[in-house]
Nanobody
């Protein structure tokens, strides 16, 4: 059984930083890819960044240069470092992980979401 849990959200002032974590646990061989999404009130969920295990990461234009994705293989965790935060970054952030399980199947998992609020 595989579980994906996000953490790291909170309240931050404009210009501040937060680091979100997307941690996978259970019968895992590796994390193949992780998509970070966000959904603001009254808006559709949108893709923020897409990381693949080959090392490439694609960022949405509205976070390019401010957000960075990294991975810790020893912890089966992918991070979203968010710098120079703006009020319009306020949203619930979700990770969607493509996991290669211990039986070498590929399965898709969503985290529960973590609230990020950027406000003075």
């Amino acid at each position: 059984q595989v579980q994906v849990v996000e953490s790291g959200g909170g309240l931050v002032q404009p210009g501040g930083s937060l680091r979100l974590s997307c941690a996978a646990s259970g019968s895992i061989f590796s994390i193949y890819a992780v998509g970070w999404y966000r959904q603001a009130p009254g808006k559709q969920r949108e893709l923020v960044a897409l990381f693949t295990n080959g090392g490439s990461t694609n960022y949405a234009h509205f976070v390019q240069g401010r957000f960075t994705v990294s991975k810790d293989n020893t912890k089966n965790t992918v991070y979203l470092q968010m710098n120079s935060l703006k009020p319009e970054d306020t949203a619930v952030y979700y990770c969607n992980a493509d996991i290669i399980t211990a039986t070498y199947a590929i399965a898709d998992y969503w985290g529960q979401g973590t609230q990020v609020t950027v406000s003075s």
